[in-house]
């Protein structure tokens, strides 16, 4: 196999242990590396030279991370990202974050000086592994060539299976150097267990026993084989339901049984129709996201529904248990069913048309800069039923959550678990890798697309077709909504922006203003219609968020 540069001639089996480490790769089905590498990261760099994996190069250590984590939202595999030590690793602790709390499967490589023989003393190095051990599944430095192949297999297994999150893995630059004879471990099947016909009769029970039930879809519920299983469910049952931010789109929104996106944790219409409800089948629960309903000491009770038993707190405590594979788990639950079940509707179906009637007001208005109603009803009416939108993290997300209707799986991309800044524009870069035959839209407030918007470069580099709809008030305007809502003085909030149609034209992508409320579908069609990256700069006013989710929801009055 040639000479190697480290230790002399290589025996005919052995191989150079970051060759090892992308074989491994490519078997567990790797597809890209998102990186921004250094020069600990030059072994592994070389041997991805002549691997089936396709290397992408950020701006910015979190817009690799960032689109690797998507990469495993949307696809249910562990996205890839490389970085390299001391200031390149740090960079990843937001989207290490993002991706533990989001349940995406992420794979942080980071590199390190060699740690069989100092030659720079302490530069640049800080301990990585503990810095990311609260934040990760499995946090690991490979200390020797020999245990890559077992390391990388458990390092997909702990990331993908549920619920999945972060694994970061320490390649130090001496033993990705190192030779090995070590052969690659193969990946396998996995299997969920089912639910036991025992705690599946009480579930059954409590259904047919309750008067007003309903269904809650949360961000456990949004994986790609439990789509058609809840809504066969919701179909065969004839149950409304409801679903929290991150469970948007895994049944259509469109059903004349949906109530609504729990956007609030509390006060909104939708939870006049949650308190009314004596039984909540909670499918997908997760803790991560604020909690739409309170429960109390004998009060409603709830079947939890998901692939692990609840983790309790004050305010989730519930009765019954279905853990096991959630599509069984559902299609189990329908067959012992038989059908439709029998409950009272009419208050549900009031306050589904009390709640219609709400999120369709502002629609047309015509008020310039333009309110949040008006931009999400356009976005709703440019945007097909498979395409995505990919929200950063502001008070626009509140809006799209409430008031735009997903009729598909993944197709609202929003973080509603760390809740970060900065991760719109890259999740909508990866979105549009993937699936380059849809529409995609990016859509940031102006301080988060500022936190990451060098990967516009990225965005142009890779001939992407993407529009990046940038929300312009010149301030953090979540802030200041929450602190209005606080009775303090507008005061701190305020920065100013560049120029962004010069600004996304010096990165090679075209520009646009919005300059009347009319103009904004017009700009949207023709920018997908020309193909490439678009940035469509959109002045926004949000002295509504005031009138409509303080003042109205304050005054509101539950229908009798």
């Known amino acids: 196999m040639g000479l190697s540069t480290h230790k002399g001639r290589r025996s005919s089996t052995s191989v150079k242990a970051s060759d090892l480490f992308v074989q491994s790769l490519e078997a567990e089905g790797v597809e890209y590396i998102f990186a921004l590498p250094g020069e600990e990261n030059l072994d592994l760099l070389e041997s991805l030279r002549s691997s089936s994996i396709k290397l992408v190069l950020t701006r910015h250590e979190q817009g690799a991370a960032f689109m690797a984590a998507t990469y495993g939202r949307l696809t249910g595999k562990a996205g890839v990202c490389l970085a390299t030590l001391g200031p390149g690793a740090t960079n990843l602790t937001t989207p290490a974050a993002f991706a533990h709390l989001g349940g995406m499967p992420l794979i942080m490589i980071t590199g390190q000086k060699p740690i069989k023989k100092s030659k720079q003393g302490q530069f640049q190095i800080i301990d990585i592994v503990s810095l990311f051990e609260p934040i990760c599944k499995m946090s690991k430095q490979i200390v020797h060539g020999n245990t890559i192949p077992a390391i990388v297999r458990e390092a997909f297994r702990l990331a993908e299976e549920e619920r999945p999150g972060t694994v970061l893995l320490e390649l130090p630059e001496d033993i990705a150097a190192e030779e090995t004879d070590e052969q690659v471990v193969k990946p396998h099947e996995r299997y969920y267990a089912v639910a036991d016909d025992a705690v599946l009769d009480k579930a059954v029970e409590l259904i047919h026993d309750a008067k007003m039930p309903l269904i809650l879809i949360g961000a456990g519920a949004n994986r790609q084989h439990a789509r058609h299983a809840l809504c066969d469910f919701v179909q065969s049952t ?323």
């Open 238 to 560: 004839r149950l409304f339901f409801f679903n929290t931010q991150m469970g948007k789109g895994v049944v259509d929104e469109r059903s004349k049984l949906f109530l609504g996106t729990a956007a609030l944790s509390d006060g909104d219409y939708l939870h006049c129709a949650i308190e009314r409800a004596d039984l909540i089948i909670n499918v997908g629960h997760d803790v991560v996201e604020k909690p739409p309903f309170f429960m109390k000491v004998g009060g409603k009770n709830v079947i939890h529904v998901n692939y692990k038993s609840a983790r309790v707190d004050q305010v989730y405590f519930p009765q019954v248990e279905v853990v096991g594979d959630l599509a069984r788990s559902i299609q189990r639950l329908q067959h012992k069913l038989g059908g439709e079940v029998p409950c009272e509707t009419s208050y549900f179906e009031k306050i589904r048309a009390e709640i219609e009637s709400h999120i369709t007001e502002g629609a047309h208005d015509p008020r310039f800069p333009i309110i949040p109603q008006r931009i999400v009803a356009d976005t709703r009416k440019v945007m097909g039923e498979h395409d995505i939108i990919a929200l950063d993290n502001g008070m626009y997300k509140l809006w799209y959550a409430r008031n735009y209707k997903a009729y598909q799986p993944n197709t609202v991309l929003l973080d509603n678990a760390l809740a970060t800044m900065g991760a719109g524009l890259s999740s909508s870069m990866m979105a549009a890798m993937l699936f380059p035959d849809r529409r995609v839209m990016a859509i940031c407030g102006d301080g988060g697309f500022m936190m990451n918007s060098q990967e516009l470069e990225t965005a142009v580099r890779l001939k992407l077709s993407l529009v990046v709809v940038v929300l312009n008030d010149n301030a953090y305007g979540m802030i200041r909504w929450k602190q209005t809502g606080s009775g303090f003085q507008d005061w701190g909030l305020d920065f100013g922006n560049p120029d962004f149609v010069k600004y996304a034209e010096s990165f090679g992508a075209a520009g646009h203003r919005v300059e009347a409320a009319d103009a904004l579908i017009p700009i949207l069609e023709k920018a997908f219609e020309t193909g490439g990256v678009h940035l469509v700069d959109v002045p926004v006013d949000y002295s509504e968020n005031q009138k409509v989710l303080i003042d109205e929801l304050a005054a509101k009055v539950c229908l009798l």
